[in-house]
């Protein structure tokens, strides 16, 4: 049970975080800087994917992307050719390197081709009835390597549920494209996954803060943990147990650092 005191700083820190101000200093920007719906789920997919390491390293190797594919990541997507490819052969980010490149903008163009949303990836599986959005992570998976051409380099990329990965990265993704308020830092732009059903994205920042306040005791980031943890935000808000994360990674990093 979350006591009174608790509940009354998550309100306030997620009332602090959750502001327009908060997008210029996080991955977010990259999709917010784009105005398709499809460009925005590229990218955002990309850069949460990528977002690892150095702040700056990441919002550049984001904005190199953006470059690579003539600043307009969809209509690349949808018709490049097999010579245009080679400009990537020098994009990397840490481990991320080209042949994961190429299989990204392969799977994109496999799916744009048939829908003309990201959504309905993650809804494979997926029941209106589940609690979490886990079904649909497990489905997401088996969807992004359901191909002849799968590197197995590229699978460590990808977290799953099955491998019981905490899926931080994934799970803030997806924050971004079901969440909504009138904040307008998260988008909201998709409308059959839930936000009661999203999953708090795990890391060292939010389990140091959750840890001090009492919400897990865990001290390791996995599905398991997530859950707990989501299930334990679900107490103050039922139907957007997630819009904490704004509260909890911005209390587990310097406030002077992120706004200064």
């Known amino acids: 049970m979350i006591s009174e005191k608790i509940a009354t700083i998550l309100d306030e820190k997620f009332a602090f975080f959750n502001h327009p101000r908060f997008i210029e200093h996080d991955p977010i920007q990259i999709p917010h800087s ?6 925005k789920e590229i990218m955002g997919f990309w850069v949460a994917i990528l977002a690892w390491g150095q702040r700056k390293t ?20 949808l018709h490049h050719q097999e010579a245009d490819l080679k400009r990537f052969e020098s994009f990397k980010h840490r481990t991320f390197q080209y042949p994961d490149t190429l299989y990204f903008i392969d799977f994109f163009k496999r799916h744009y081709s048939h ?19 886990e079904n649909g992570l497990n489905g997401f998976y088996h969807y992004f390597f359901n191909s002849e051409w799968s590197p197995e380099r590229t699978k460590k990329h990808i977290a799953s549920p099955l491998k019981n990965s905490a899926c931080k990265r994934i799970n803030m993704f997806l924050r971004w494209m079901v969440r909504k308020d009138e904040a307008g830092v998260d988008f909201g732009l998709w409308n059959t996954i ?12 939010a389990m140091r803060t959750a840890g001090q306040l009492g919400l897990m005791k865990e001290e390791k980031a996995n599905w398991k943990t997530a859950l707990a943890l989501t299930s334990t935000l679900r107490e103050l808000d039922p139907t957007d147990p997630v819009k904490y994360d704004f509260a909890l990674y911005g209390m587990g990093i310097e406030e002077k650092t992120l706004w200064k």
């Open 34 to 39: 784009l105005s398709r719906l499809q460009d």
């Open 58 to 77: 990441i919002l550049q190797n984001a904005h190199t992307l953006i470059n690579l594919m003539d600043g307009a990541p969809y209509d690349f997507i």
């Open 115 to 133: 829908t003309n949303s990201l959504e309905s990836a993650f809804t494979k599986g997926l029941s209106p009835e589940d609690l979490t959005i």
């Open 194 to 205: 839930k936000p009661s059903q999203l999953v708090c994205p795990l890391d060292v920042h």
